[in-house]
Nanobody, 113 residues
Framework: QVQLVESGGGLVQPGGSLRLSCAAA????????MAWYRQAPGKQRELVAD???????NYADSVKGRFTISRDNVKNTVYLQMNSLKPEDTAVYYC???????WGQGTQVTVSS
């Protein structure tokens, strides 16, 4: 059974950086399209970035130029590098495997001075 384990969240000041990691255990990771979503309090979950098995990437307009999604198929891990963070980036961030409709447990990111 595939499991997703996220890490890397925390508290950071505006303008700071964080890198989120999502490790997938028990799967043929390299064949999956994967994504990062986020959900802020009182708001719907939204797509932040996604990447397919071929390495193409898409980003929400709100994070373009600041966030980078990447993957390491040897380590079965997908990353989200977040730079120039803003208070409006505060949310719980989830990784997701489209084919399996599988979510990680989420990791809290708080951007505040």
């Amino acid at each position: 059974q595939v499991q997703l384990v996220e890490s890397g969240g925390g508290l950071v000041q505006p303008g700071g950086s964080l890198r989120l990691s999502c490790a997938a255990a028990g799967s043929i990771f390299s064949t999956y399209a994967m994504a990062w979503y986020r959900q802020a309090p009182g708001k719907q979950r939204e797509l932040v970035a996604d990447t397919n098995s071929g390495g193409s990437r898409n980003y929400a307009d709100s994070v373009k130029g600041r966030f980078t999604i990447s993957r390491d198929n040897v380590k079965n891990t997908v990353y989200l590098q977040m730079n120039s963070l803003k208070p409006e980036d505060t949310a719980v961030y989830y990784c997701y495997i489209f084919r399996l409709n599988l979510w990680g447990q989420g990791t809290q990111v708080t951007v505040s001075s």
